[in-house]
């Protein structure tokens, strides 16, 4: 069954803001949450909460949506053994209902505050590293664990998650969805238009998944696509542009980029026509429901929507009513 989910934003939004359009997606037929992990914004116009504490916020203001992060990366600024304690309180504090989605991070989050920025390949390997000693740790087992990266001795989560955490691995192009697939328990990337690049990700994840002897039918597949409904297209546009355009532009996840004024520098040469070009931009219901029901064809069984306002709760209860119903009579 496909699950339908809101993007929060901690890069544009206040904690406040962010927890009533989680209570409003609750209310407003959303299955499902991503929240970014950062610690600065992609623009020095925007917010940078720390999602740890939100989650736990979120957890105690909800009953049944599902909460996780969009994306955790669990090797510079953070150990893993701290994430690994992160997500088995945001667990029990939930009832059971998370997952914790990592990747390699952006020199934007990590550099400044640990002054380091190893090459991606290394940052591949301590992630796989970090997951390795996170799922050990949330067996209760007291952990010694001597890696490349990281150690623990007699290392113990005495607070456990409520139920098993599955963990997705970031992948933004095929070339590294087979690491993924061999490692990871779902995926998780970031949709544009051109849905031929989300089959190849896709099937690149699934031979990692088969090479590693997983369930492939079973897996989670998510994908979070940027949208703008309503009435205020233009403002939506201006919107992706001043908050989101550092993030739109590949270098950023690979260079050291590492405050948000060099993101915003490196984001300039994105316009407007580019936005609409990755996006579904329409006040159309039938329009968003055709470019979302693309990637479900496709495998995705996660679809979260990015919406960057002018009016968020008034998306969500739109949204909500005209596009989320008619999707899952298709999925």
């Known amino acids: 069954m496909v699950k339908l989910g809101l993007k ?70 953070y150990n893993p053994a701290i994430i690994a304690q992160a997500t088995a309180t945001l667990s029990s504090l939930a009832g059971g209902r998370t997952y914790l989605a990592v990747g390699t991070g952006e020199a934007l989050n990590e550099y400044p505050v640990t002054c380091e920025w190893p090459e991606f ?44 955490i599955p963990i997705y691995f970031s992948s933004l192009a095929p070339a590294s969805a087979r690491f993924a697939g061999y490692y990871g328990d779902g ?72 405050t948000p004024e060099m993101s915003a520098e490196n984001g300039a040469v994105v316009g407007k026509d580019t936005i609409r070009q990755n996006a579904c931009i329409s006040s159309d219901p039938e329009e968003h429901i055709r470019y979302a029901q693309q990637f479900i064809d496709a495998g995705y069984t996660h679809i979260y929507f990015h919406y960057s306002g002018p009016d968020e709760l008034g998306f969500i209860k739109d949204y909500g009513k005209q596009v989320l119903p008619h999707l899952r009579k298709t999925a």
């Not at 590293?129 to 490349?148: D, H, M, P, Q, S």
């Open 8 to 77: 929060i934003a901690p890069e544009q939004y206040t904690p406040s803001e962010m927890l009533r359009q989680l209570v409003t997606a609750e209310n407003n037929g959303f299955d499902t949450i991503n929240v970014s992990d950062h610690f600065h914004p992609w623009s020095e116009d925007g917010q940078a909460c720390f999602t740890w504490t939100w989650l736990g916020a979120a957890a105690v203001s909800t009953k049944k949506i599902e909460l996780g992060t969009g994306l955790t990366c669990p090797i510079l600024r």
């Open 121 to 164: 390949s290394e940052r591949q390997d301590m992630l796989e590293e970090a997951v390795r000693l996170i799922r050990e740790l949330w067996t209760g087992e007291k952990i010694t664990f001597e890696g490349n990266y990281y150690c623990t001795h007699k290392a113990k989560i005495y607070t456990l998650p409520k139920e098993d």
């Open 187 to 258: 995926l998780l990337t970031v949709g544009d238009s051109h849905i031929k690049k989300y089959r190849q990700i896709l099937e690149k994840f699934e031979s990692g998944a088969k090479r590693a002897g997983k369930d492939v039918k079973n897996m989670p597949k998510a994908v979070e696509l940027t949208v703008a409904y309503g009435e205020r297209l233009e403002d939506s546009i201006e919107n992706l542009q001043r908050y989101w355009a550092g993030s739109m532009i590949p270098a950023l996840f690979l260079n050291k980029i590492y």
